[in-house]
């Protein structure tokens, strides 16, 4: 999950999950070079993408489909989903 923020001057926030080189979790925080202007009403709404895109960065990269006719059952991307009937990953082949 990549957070983005846009600003009433079209300025543009962006936090993504990442880790330095030794391998710890992080969040690299971009903006446009003029800044970010935030109003007040946007401060919870910043914390809320700065504290789900770090839990993010600490867990891990996203699961990826199996894809290849495996059973959904075995693939990390489609636990707890309900694909339909014949309960294939609907990811591509590997």
Known sequence: MTYHHRDPDHDHLTITPTHTTHGTPALHITTTPAGVLLTLDHLEEL????????????AGPNPQHLGGKANAEDCPACWDTNPPYPFLCPGGTP
């Open 47 to 58: 914390v809320a993408g700065i504290r789900d895109t770090g839990r993010q960065a600490a």
